[in-house]
């Protein structure tokens, strides 16, 4: 029986097929479902993508995407709770689901490959490595 379960949302159009996976499970009244998001940041200022604006924690983009995942929860059919974090996101996904005591994961998959899953890596597969519970990774449809 799946009593907490852990989604990590970015934001991408994998979030909605999360969702929609998530409403589709046969899920128990007392099971609660973790909607978190993770803000990346950059170790040292060289990491910083310089074409890329920076997130401002205390602006807009915090709110609308806290925002978004409480309509997310609306659309749930059991409890949920709200998780925004900032750091490496596997890190802090594995992290949650080790606070919740989490029984699965799920996440979306971008499917990088090649030069592009090397230089950027993969979320989803550090989490199916390193996480203490079962993981469901979600691909594009």
């Known amino acids: 029986m799946l009593k907490t379960i852990v989604a990590a949302l970015d934001g991408s159009e994998l979030t909605d097929e999360i969702i929609k996976f998530l409403g589709q499970l046969i899920l128990q009244k007392d099971t609660k479902v973790v909607l978190c998001h993770v803000f990346s940041s ?21 709110i609308q995407i806290e925002k978004q995942l409480q309509s997310y929860q609306e659309q749930l059919p ?7 974090v900032t750091g490496d996101p596997a890190q802090e996904i594995i992290r949650l689901a080790n ?34 519970c079962s993981v469901l990774v979600v691909k594009p449809q």
Request: proline share 3%; aromatic share 4%.
């Open 42 to 62: 950059p170790t040292s200022e060289m990491e910083l993508a310089v074409d890329r604006p920076q997130l401002d924690m205390s602006g807009i983009s915090y």
């Open 99 to 132: 606070i919740y005591k989490a029984d699965l994961i799920v996440i979306g998959s971008r499917g990088l490959t090649g030069m592009k899953r090397i230089v950027e890596g993969s979320v989803s597969s550090q989490v199916t490595e390193d996480a203490h």
């Open 78 to 84: 059991v409890k949920s709770d709200l998780e925004l």
